[in-house]
């Protein structure tokens, strides 16, 4: 039996949860139950486990002290009308949730119900459907606006211009990039492993090749200032911990912050204020797809699991080319 890619409604999952001794009971609370279910997902990324976490705070205000056995739809219709509209007479939201989040919290305890054999055709009647995990038009930098942004980096930053080129090169994201280790990288800088431990799911475990001057020499620059900071043996982190100024720990990768203010910079000088540094890999697989490489292609390199999670960026380089068509026509 396989998982599934996200192990929010994962048939193997619910099937190693439910031959535990501390299986969901029916009769159980369903603080008790989620408690349970949340370290069920325990192997996956902090971030991913803390968005489940978060969502369990969320239905645990209203459905905490309800019995698994006992919860049904009109409690589903109930808490997502409450939760949109952040009724703090039902429970102590600190805001109203949009419809994607009451939809991706309903999903969580969908899975619940499922891993205590609980769930119906009547809740799932009730519930909306599963949220879209990720955006139907993916936040893409436009060409010119990442030269720019580039030669700014270029002439303020050294980092994060070898940053903006590696990851324009790679389509790895922020946190893949962060978690690179000395032993991720081959001795040539021609390619970088992602290990399972810091991929989002055992699908974006891979390898990626590094083609091209610029990238290897931005790899090269990275390396070398990681050794400067004390990264000698393979287990260091190629961008190592600030400690304070001036001194590092690179036994430790570098904090989520730690490019914050010089993007912030770099993105405000260019002209484009919203970009955010995750934007980077959206912005390199939709330019892989512009260049027309086969589906299966874009996938291996950039650790997609479906066709279905590729086909939005396919969709952007085809608008792309629907753009370039009419100038042409326009030309005649």
Not at 178 to 201: F, H, P, Q, V, W
Request: hydrophobic share 40%; aromatic share 6%; with cysteine.
């Amino acid at each position: 039996m396989k998982h599934t890619w996200d192990h929010l409604d994962c048939p193997a999952c619910s099937a190693w949860l439910s031959s535990r001794s501390d299986a969901l009971l029916p009769t159980e609370r369903f603080h008790e139950a989620s408690e349970k279910w949340l370290e069920s997902k325990r192997t996956l990324r902090p971030s991913s486990w803390n968005d489940l976490r978060c969502c369990v705070v969320a239905l645990n205000k209203f459905f905490a002290h309800i019995p698994l056995a006992t919860i049904h739809a009109g409690h589903l219709r109930s808490y997502a009308a409450a939760r949109r509209a952040g009724d703090s007479a039902v429970a102590s939201w600190a805001a109203p949730a949009g419809e994607r989040r009451t939809a991706r919290e309903l999903h969580v305890i969908r899975s619940i119900m499922r891993c205590a054999q609980l769930w119906t055709e009547d809740l799932q009647e009730a519930t909306p459907s599963a949220p879209v995990l990720w955006s139907p038009v993916p936040r893409v930098i436009a060409s010119a606006s990442l030269a720019r942004l580039a030669n700014v980096a270029k002439n303020g930053d050294a980092l994060l211009a070898s940053w903006i080129t590696l990851a324009a090169a790679t389509t790895a994201s922020t946190y893949e990039l962060r978690s690179l280790k000395m032993g991720d990288i081959a001795s040539d800088a021609s390619s970088i492993s992602i290990r399972r431990e810091t991929a989002k799911n055992r699908y974006r475990v891979r390898d990626i090749p590094i083609v091209g001057d610029r990238p290897r020499q931005a790899l090269l620059h990275l390396m070398h200032r990681a050794q400067g900071m004390g990264a000698s043996c393979p287990s260091h982190y190629l961008f190592p911990f600030r400690v304070k100024r001036g001194v590092y720990d690179p036994t430790r990768c570098m904090s989520a912050s730690g490019l914050k203010r010089a993007w912030s910079a770099a993105r405000k000088e260019a002209g484009i204020p919203k970009a955010r540094l995750y934007d980077l890999r959206h912005t390199a697989i939709t330019r892989l797809a512009e260049t027309g490489a086969p589906q299966q292609v874009i996938m291996a390199f950039a650790g997609h699991v479906t066709e279905s999670m590729q086909r939005h960026y396919t969709a952007i380089g085809m608008a792309s080319k629907r753009d370039w068509a009419s100038r042409i026509q326009e030309l005649e």
